[in-house]
C-alpha cells in the first residue's frame, strides 16, 4: 500500500535568494504556520539589511522559506518554515541544513535559535540536527493566554556533516 510519502515520488524543489516579489506568498505561508505571524514589512527589513534569505521553489511556487542572520562569528537562525502540504518529506531538515552550511563556509562557527517551548515538530527537527538546549528565555513569545518561555538552541557548526 502506499505511504503519504509514495504518494508524491520525486518532489522537485530548489532553492534561490529571497525577493521583494516573494513577500505576498511568504505573507500566505506565515499566516497558515504561526499564530503570530510576521509582517511583510519584517521580511522586507531582513531583505533590506541583507540577512540570508532563500525561499523553497517547487512548480507550484514558493512552500518554504527560511532566514538567518550572520555576525560576529555567530549566526541566528530567524525563521524556518514548510508549507503544510509538504511537511514530514524532509524538505525543512534539508532547508536547515543548507543555511546552516551557507553560515559555516562563511566561517561561523555557532549557530543559535529560539523556538516555542510546545513547538514539538522544530524542536525535533533541531535536535536530530545536533542542536542542543543551552538556555531559556521566560515569556519570550506572544500567546493566546499570557506568554509562552523560548527555549535557546545552540549547534557548533563544526560538527555538521
Ligand atoms: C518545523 C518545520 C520547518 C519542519 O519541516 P518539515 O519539512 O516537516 O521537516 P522534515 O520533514 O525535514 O522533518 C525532519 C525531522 O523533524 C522532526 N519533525 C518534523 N515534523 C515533526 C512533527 N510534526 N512531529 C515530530 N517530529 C517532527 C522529525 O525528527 C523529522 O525527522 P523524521 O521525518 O525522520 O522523523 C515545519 O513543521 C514547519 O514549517 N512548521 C511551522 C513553522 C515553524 O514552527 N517553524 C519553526 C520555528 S522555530
Redesign the pocket.
Known amino acids: 500500500m502506499a505511504t503519504a510519502r509514495d504518494e508524491m515520488p520525486g518532489l522537485a524543489w530548489r532553492l534561490r535568494p529571497m525577493t521583494p516579489a516573494d513577500l505576498p506568498r511568504i505573507a500566505e505561508l506565515e499566516r497558515e ?2 499564530a503570530f505571524p510576521w509582517s511583510d514589512q519584517i521580511f522586507a527589513d531582513c531583505l533590506r539589511v541583507g540577512y540570508y534569505c532563500v525561499v523553497v521553489e517547487t512548480d507550484d511556487g514558493v512552500m ?1 522559506y527560511s532566514v538567518l542572520s550572520m555576525g560576529a562569528g555567530e549566526a541566528h ?1 530567524l ?6 502540504s ?11 541544513l543548507a543555511v546552516l552550511g551557507h553560515a559555516r563556509d562563511r566561517g561561523i562557527r555557532d549557530a543559535y ?4 517551548r510546545s ?10 540536527t545536533g542542536f542542543e538546549c543551552v538556555g531559556q528565555r521566560r515569556g519570550y513569545y506572544q500567546a493566546h493566554e499570557g506568554r509562552e518561555d523560548a527555549l535557546v538552541y545552540r549547534l557548533e557548526l563544526g560538527t555538521l556533516g
Open positions: 504556520s504561526y518554504g537562525l525563521n524556518l518554515c514548510i508549507a503544510g509538504l511537511r514530514r518529506r524532509g524538505i525543512g531538515r534539508e532547508l536547515l535559535l529560539e523556538v516555542r513547538n514539538r515538530a522544530a524542536i525535533a527537527l533541531y535536535q536530530q
